[in-house]
């Protein structure tokens, strides 16, 4: 099992121009997530979604969009970069998102925005 | 007060020390605990769920107080490899989601270890 993966590694974007961000998971987890992890602030939750074709709003929603069209994936889209959005993203996913759950985390995706 | 406070650190050991991080939260209704450590430029990883029991696992203890509002980590017998940053990990409850998996992430305790 490969876990959690994204794509890509890392990108510099330069401001206004848009991407893409991919999250795919094998461990046929019903939860994923998206967060952003800036110097000093500590994770912060983007968007997360309870299944295929759900998604809600976390913390710092704005400026980005997901979809979660197939279980496995969960894209994380900025239609007009900032270099406010400069930050890792991690994807994350548990199984049923309960109280003891774990969260299974991606190794990241570096994002510099010029 | 935010959600979940931590000192930053870092703390710097000597190898065979005793290292203790405390963090507070801020919702008594959270319902669960936990530490996840994150290596320098890696993703964070569970490292354990806090019972309100206390729980043990190896050379680490993890402790909660609901009355205070705190969890531990103690470390005994530190080894280089502990060196990173230790994260405080909480499930608000009647957050985002309540109890749909959202958790509230402290900033993290630099730890490091000396030989």
């Known amino acids: 099992n490969a876990g959690v993966t994204q794509t890509p590694k890392f990108r510099v974007l330069k401001t206004g121009q848009s991407m893409t961000l991919l999250c795919a998971q094998d461990?046929?987890?019903?939860?994923m997530y998206w967060y952003r992890q800036d110097p000093g602030m500590g994770l912060r939750l983007i968007h997360y979604?309870?299944?295929?074709?759900?998604?809600a709003k976390g913390e710092v929603p704005d400026g980005y969009n997901v979809s979660r069209l197939k279980k496995q994936n969960f894209l994380l889209g900025l239609e007009s970069a900032a270099p406010s959005q400069t930050s890792v993203y991690f994807c994350?996913?548990?199984?049923?998102?309960?109280?003891?759950?774990?969260?299974?985390f991606g190794p990241g995706t570096r994002l510099l925005v010029l | 007060r935010k959600e979940v406070e931590q000192d930053p650190g870092p703390f710097n050991v000597p190898e065979g020390a005793t290292v203790a991080f405390n963090c507070t939260y801020s919702n008594s209704a959270s319902q669960s605990f936990f530490w996840y450590r994150q290596d320098c430029r890696k993703e964070p990883k569970l490292l354990m769920s806090?019972?309100?029991s206390g729980n043990e696992d190896g050379r680490f203890t993890a402790q909660l107080n609901r009355a205070s509002q705190y969890i531990s980590l103690l470390i005994r017998d530190s080894k280089l490899s502990d060196s990173a940053t230790y994260l405080c990990v909480v499930n608000p409850q009647g957050g985002y989601g309540g109890s749909q998996g959202n958790l509230i992430f402290g900033k993290g305790t630099k730890l490091s270890v000396k030989p």
């Open positions: 994350a996913s548990s199984a049923l998102g309960s109280l003891q759950e774990t969260q299974y």
């Open positions: 461990m046929n987890h019903e939860y």
């Open positions: 806090v019972y309100s």
């Open positions: 979604s309870v299944g295929e074709g759900t998604t």
